[in-house]
């Protein structure tokens, strides 16, 4: 199992970048496929961009061309880099791992998730 901390939301105007980042103990970290999820108030989590071990990604049409994923084995963290920031982004953000094999664009796919992060937008 790992443990996941995620850090670096807050609050953002519209346009604006954030880069946040997700932290986890344990030596098997490069095994897990890794995945960022938000939930915004009053709806159901919903998947923002996956990372293979081997680094391939998928992401969110929702995101597409805004926000780029990205894994450092070595530092056992993935970062999700936001840029052009809209309201609608605002969320809590979750990052998760979970075993390769799984359909990484849903919640099932992962078993281990961390706290979450606030990240507002104001427009």
């Known amino acids: 199992q790992v443990q996941l901390v995620e850090s670096g939301g807050g609050l953002v105007q519209a346009g604006g970048s954030l880069r946040l980042s997700c932290a986890a103990s344990?030596?098997?970290?490069?095994?897990?496929?890794m995945g960022w999820f938000r939930q915004a108030p009053g709806k159901e989590r919903e998947f923002v961009s996956s990372i293979t071990r081997s680094g391939g990604t998928y992401y969110a049409d929702s995101v597409k061309g805004r926000f780029t994923i990205s894994r450092d084995n070595a530092k056992n963290t993935v970062y999700l880099q936001m840029n052009s920031l809209k309201a609608e982004d605002t969320a809590v953000y979750y990052c998760?791992?979970?075993?390769?094999?799984?359909?990484?664009?849903?919640?099932?796919?992962?078993?281990?998730w961390g706290q979450g992060t606030q990240v507002t937008v104001s427009s």
């Open positions: 998760a791992a979970g075993p390769p094999g799984r359909i990484a664009t849903m919640t099932q796919g992962y078993d281990q």
């Open positions: 344990g030596r098997t970290f490069s095994s897990y496929a």
